[in-house]
């Protein structure tokens, strides 16, 4: 070639991945929202230790709202929810709890966690899923293990957070299961005391949840469970 360079080529392939550039997003499929609505038995709750007696705070009022890849079907089914999680087509979930709604069988104790948690300022306990992948090895029946990482807020404080979830199918939708062990402190709780101080509650709480997502027709968003 003489030393010489053609030019033509490399210009060709110079406009070809200007022209990907900037139409790049054009080829990403674009989020929509994954209709489905919580069945009874979905519920979130906490337990703990105190220097008196370990306690439970539940909460049914969750709500969940999932998007999913838009050139994927909406699901019709458990088994088209699954498979879409499977396919790792699920692309957000937010799960939303009102303080106010983790209740345990003490109405001091009840106060005292509304008070740590600062729910006049920050009504709602937060996460929002960014991805997740499907965990390798051997699973039960037609469970999936589930890695997802996301943020979680709790008290106007906002940690990156990543959970060991479970799902498996049911007659009309998928279970959702799992928990994560946490320090309210990290959330900059106060852990609260009660008669004095007599009764001290502990740093570490646990956070469990079990919800039942039913997928639903487009159109229909997905709702509070009041069970």
Aim: a neutral charge.
């Amino acid at each position: 070639m003489n030393g010489r360079v053609t030019w033509k080529p490399i210009a060709v392939l110079g406009v070809f991945a200007a022209f990907l550039s900037l139409h790049s997003g054009a080829f990403a499929a674009e989020p929509a929202r994954l209709a489905t609505t919580l069945g009874p038995g979905s519920v979130l709750w906490l337990d703990g230790t105190s220097t008196m007696h370990d306690f439970e705070s539940r909460s049914k009022e969750v709500s969940v709202e999932l998007l999913r890849v838009s050139d994927v079907a909406q699901p019709a089914n458990a088994a088209g929810l699954m498979a879409l999680i499977r396919s790792s087509g699920v692309l957000e979930v937010q799960v939303q709890v009102p303080v106010v709604s983790l209740l345990s069988d003490k109405e001091a104790l009840d106060k005292n966690l509304r008070k740590a948690m600062k729910a006049e300022q920050h009504a709602n306990v937060h996460f929002v899923l960014k991805k997740y992948s499907i965990a390798p090895g051997p699973v039960a029946g037609d469970t999936v293990a589930i890695n997802a990482d996301g943020l979680l807020t709790v008290a106007g404080q906002e940690r990156p957070i990543t959970l060991v979830a479970r799902a498996y199918p049911a007659a009309e939708g998928v279970w959702l299961e799992g928990s994560e062990k946490l320090l309210m402190s990290e959330y900059g709780i106060k852990p609260p005391k009660m008669f004095l101080g007599t009764l001290k509650v502990h740093d570490p709480i646990t956070i469990h949840y079990r919800l039942f997502l039913i997928p639903k027709g487009e159109g229909m968003a997905s709702s509070p469970v009041h069970n």
